[in-house]
Nanobody, 121 residues
Framework: QVQLVESGGGLVQVGGSLRLSCTVS????????MGWFRQSPRTERTFVAS??????????YYAESVKGRFTVSVDLSKNTMYLQMNNLKPEDTAVYFC????????????WGQGTQVTVSS
């Protein structure tokens, strides 16, 4: 089972950008399905984005609310997944978690501790 550590959260103004990182340790994560989720005090944990980690690049998927604004990517040389967040809105305020599943059909079993993103208006 891999270990995940998120970083890069913080306070940003409306319209600003942040890049979150999820560093993976404990295993090579090629073939994994890696996801980003978020949770606020008013909502359950919800899906944000995911990517199937393949050497030549895998599919990426996004929640409708972040399409066109967020981009998920992977740097295999750094064992890290990123979430580039642009044009941030107050409703993006949440704790962001990364998660790992061993394949597309597998459940997310490894989770990071989360990183807080706050968008001020």
């Amino acid at each position: 089972q891999v270990q995940l550590v998120e970083s890069g959260g913080g306070l940003v103004q409306v319209g600003g950008s942040l890049r979150l990182s999820c560093t993976v340790s404990g295993s090579n994560f090629i073939g994994y399905n890696m996801g980003w989720f978020r949770q606020s005090p008013r909502t359950e944990r919800t899906f944000v984005a995911s990517t199937h980690v393949l050497v030549g690049g895998g599919g990426t998927y996004y929640a409708e609310s972040v399409k066109g604004r967020f981009t998920v990517s992977v740097d295999l040389s750094k064992n890290t997944m990123y979430l580039q967040m642009n044009n941030l809105k107050p409703e993006d305020t949440a704790v962001y978690f990364c998660a790992a599943a061993t394949g597309l059909a597998a459940p997310y079993k490894s989770w990071g501790q989360g990183t807080q993103v706050t968008v001020s208006s």
